[in-house]
Nanobody
Framework: QVQLVESGGGLVQAGGSLRLSCAASGRSFTYLAMAWFRQVPGKERSFVAAINWAGSRTRYPESAKGRFTISRDTAKNTVYLQMHSLKPEDTAVYYC?????????????????WGPGTQVTVSS
């Protein structure tokens, strides 16, 4: 089992920055691919960023490229999502996800473990 807890969400003005954290506990963090997804009410959960278990490869959708950066700290069993140039349309609940395996997969059904989410609100 893997437990995930997100933190770092909050209210920020458009153009601002936030860093989300996701602390993982339980089974070995080293063998987990990690990702961030987000969801707004009434819409499907969407992919935001993923990182492979080695931390050597990342993937982003076009909407996040150049603004968001995913990283991981194995010593702290934590994955981060640094977000810059935030827009009101980035407002959502952000979820951390984990899956055993080496690759930075982007489909939510590939992820077995999920955190409870953290709210990010970007005001205009």
């Amino acid at each position: 089992q893997v437990q995930l807890v997100e933190s770092g969400g909050g209210l920020v003005q458009a153009g601002g920055s936030l860093r989300l954290s996701c602390a993982a506990s339980g089974r070995s963090f080293t063998y987990l691919a990690m990702a961030w997804f987000r969801q707004v009410p009434g819409k499907e959960r969407s992919f935001v960023a993923a990182i492979n278990w080695a931390g050597s490869r990342t993937r982003y959708p076009e909407s996040a490229k150049g603004r968001f950066t995913i990283s991981r700290d194995t010593a702290k069993n934590t994955v981060y999502l640094q977000m810059h140039s935030l827009k009101p349309e980035d407002t959502a609940v952000y979820y951390c996800a984990a899956a055993y395996g080496p690759n930075e997969v982007v489909t939510q059904t590939d992820y077995e473990y999920w955190g409870p989410g953290t709210q990010v609100t970007v005001s205009s």
